[in-house]
T-cell receptor, first 113, second 112 residues
Framework: KAGVTQTPRYLIKTRGQQVTLSCSPI?????VSWYQQTPGQGLQFLFE???????NKGNFPGRFSGRQFSNSRSEMNVSTLELGDSALYLC????????????FGPGTRLTVT | GEDVEQSLFLSVREGDSSVINCTYT??????LYWYKQEPGAGLQLLTY?????DMKQDQRLTVLLNKKDKHLSLRIADTQTGDSAIYFC????????????FGSGTRLSIRP
């Protein structure tokens, strides 16, 4: 079974731009969660999508948004990029039911200059 | 509120047991998890425990849960150099328990 894939793996953007990251979950998984990982703040939950609906969200500004398609692939968008958005963005795939065993992708490293 | 705390570093001699501790605040958490992250890699789920259990053992790993004190620990028996990594404790919360909150991670280093 193929693992979780994230594209692109690395991205450099400038302040004010917007970016879209993509995540393809494990086949059959209906839940995709997104996390931001930084040295200062650690791993922070952004949001979770299940069957195309946002089911949970963390405490991030509205500049961070996401969506999920009917094939369970998910995209995350960040608008009006700030320097502080530089981070490793991880997505995790799960069946969406207890016990929420999550399988993580390798991440997208975003650098904002 | 939701908060998960861990100590940042742990150094253990090869062959000894490692014990990584974690405290959490959400008493309604249904599952608690341990993840491992090796350098340059994503997170790997090691094990999890349901909140109505006290202990779970899986080969070299033992998870202990003290629900009254909201304390979780991961014991790694016979620690090997390949166990060097960052270990994250996490709790499930949210309306459907699918919101996972992670601790800051404990960096485990192994001494020869």
């Amino acid at each position: 079974k193929a693992g979780v894939t994230q594209t692109p793996r690395y991205l450099i953007k400038t302040r004010g731009q917007q970016v879209t990251l993509s995540c393809s979950p494990i086949s059959g998984h209906r839940s995709v969660s997104w996390y931001q990982q930084t040295p200062g703040q650690g791993l922070q939950f952004l949001f979770e999508y299940f069957s195309e609906t946002q089911r949970n969200k963390g405490n991030f500004p509205g500049r961070f948004s996401g969506r999920q398609f009917s094939n369970s692939r998910s995209e995350m968008n960040v608008s009006t990029l700030e320097l502080g958005d530089s981070a490793l963005y991880l997505c995790a795939s799960s069946s969406g039911t207890d016990p929420y065993e999550q399988y993580f992708g390798p991440g997208t490293r975003l650098t904002v200059t | 509120g939701e908060d998960v705390e861990q100590s940042l570093f742990l150094s253990v001699r090869e062959g000894d047991s490692s014990v990584i501790n974690c405290t959490y605040t959400d008493s309604s958490s249904t599952y608690l998890y341990w993840y491992k992250q090796e350098p340059g890699a994503g997170l790997q789920l090691l094990t999890y425990i349901f909140s109505n259990m006290d202990m779970k053992q899986d080969q070299r790993l033992t998870v202990l849960l003290n629900k009254k004190d909201k304390h979780l620990s991961l014991r790694i028996a016979d620690t090997q150099t390949g166990d060097s990594a960052i270990y994250f404790c996490a709790e499930s919360t949210g309306s459907s328990a699918s919101k996972i909150i992670f601790g800051s991670g404990t960096r485990l280093s192994i001494r020869p």
